[in-house]
T-cell receptor, first 115, second 114 residues
Framework: NAGVTQTPKFQVLKTGQSMTLQCAQDMNHNSMYWYRQDPGMGLRLIYYSASEGTTDKGEVPNGYNVSRLNKREFSLRLESAAPSQTSVYFC??????????????FGEGSRLTVL | AQSVTQLDSHVSVSEGTPVLLRCNYSSSYSPSLFWYVQHPNKGLQLLLKYTSAATLVKGINGFEAEFKKSETSFHLTKPSAHMSDAAEYFCVVSRRTGRRALTFGSGTRLQVQP
């Protein structure tokens, strides 16, 4: 029972390089999210996808693009990495119910360093 | 608009003593409130959630939280700390209807001394 799987777990990039973070969930959830975590700032939403075929910007979308490839997979792309994008990235998935957003299930994170 | 403030960035307790992690929220709508825990180098895990039923919510590992609308608070408590409780804790607010984006607090790091 894998839950939410992120790859890679660690990555070092040089400024200007591009890369894609992959995320897959096996819980049949409709909604998927990408967050970044920086010290003292909690988690900030980059992009989310309420359902297959839809994506929306979150709080800090600049410098990122996303693709909801199918119901299981939601990728995050950095086209031209900058040192300010050094962070830990978390993918999450959830159900949406009449009581609002259900429990978020998180991956274990991808630690990205941009030199 | 919504926001959440965790009043302490670090809390240190001795094993076996009570834990209190404080959270105040602001929301223009009826909120859902959550506490998540993050152990080192791990993802976040749900501890408990409030969605409009009982104001005292019980979660996993002996934690509980009380929703106090008049004080706009949702403090997390545990009667007796265990070494395994050492982690970072996040208070989270969400709208219950409409666009349901979650807003995270900045986190409280709980240290448990032997």
């Amino acid at each position: 029972n894998a839950g939410v799987t992120q790859t890679p777990k660690f990555q070092v990039l040089k400024t200007g390089q591009s890369m894609t973070l992959q995320c897959a969930q096996d819980m049949n959830h409709n909604s998927m999210y990408w967050y970044r975590q920086d010290p003292g700032m909690g988690l900030r939403l980059i992009y989310y996808s309420a359902s297959e075929g839809t994506t929306d910007k979150g709080e800090v979308p600049n410098g990122y693009n996303v693709s909801r490839l199918n119901k299981r997979e939601f990728s995050l792309r950095l086209e031209s990495a900058a040192p300010s994008q050094t962070s830990v990235y978390f993918c999450a998935s959830s159900t949406q119910t009449g009581q609002g957003t259900g429990e978020l299930f998180f991956g274990e994170g991808s630690r990205l360093t941009v030199l | 608009a919504q926001s959440v403030t965790q009043l302490d960035s670090h809390v240190s307790v001795s094993e076996g003593t009570p834990v209190l992690l404080r959270c105040n929220y602001s929301s223009s709508y009826s909120p859902s409130l959550f506490w998540y825990v993050q152990h080192p180098n791990k993802g976040l895990q749900l501890l408990l959630k409030y969605t409009s039923a009982a104001t005292l919510v019980k979660g996993i590992n002996g934690f509980e939280a009380e929703f106090k609308k008049s004080e706009t608070s949702f403090h997390l408590t545990k009667p007796s700390a265990h070494m395994s409780d050492a982690a970072e804790y996040f208070c989270v607010v969400s709208r219950r209807t409409g666009r349901r984006a979650l807003t995270f607090g900045s986190g409280t790091r709980l240290q448990v001394q032997p």
